[in-house]
């Protein structure tokens, strides 16, 4: 079974950073795309950040020149870089990876973003 592990989130200012890690149990080699999305309470989860397999990416309008997605093939890592927050991002995120060979989605726990001052 897969697993997908995010860690990173948590309480910042408005304008301040963060960086959200995703460890996956599998090589992400296996994963295309890999990606981060989000899901305020009541509402369905969207998309952030796609990142696919041989580097290219897609945002979604909202986070386009604030947020970027990267990966480490070596240690099977997915990663969120986030600036210039905004209270508008304070939602749980969740670390996403399709199975290249079945079209399985795998998820993460979530991890909360809270931007506040």
């Known amino acids: 079974q897969v697993r997908l592990v995010e860690s990173g989130g948590g309480l910042v200012q408005p304008g301040g950073s963060l960086r959200l890690s995703c460890a996956v149990s599998?090589?992400?080699?296996?994963?295309?795309?890999m990606g981060w999305y989000r899901q305020a309470p009541g509402k369905q989860r969207e998309m952030v950040a796609q990142i696919f397999r041989y580097g290219s990416s897609k945002y979604d309008d909202s986070v386009k020149g604030r947020f970027t997605i990267s990966k480490d093939v070596a240690s099977n890592t997915v990663y969120l870089q986030m600036n210039s927050l905004e209270s508008e991002d304070t939602v749980v995120y969740y670390c996403?990876?399709?199975?290249?060979?079945?079209?399985?989605?795998?998820w993460g726990q979530g991890t909360q973003v809270t931007v506040s001052s």
């Open positions: 996403n990876a399709r199975a290249v060979n079945s079209g399985s989605d795998y």
């Open positions: 599998d090589s992400i080699f296996y994963f295309d795309p």
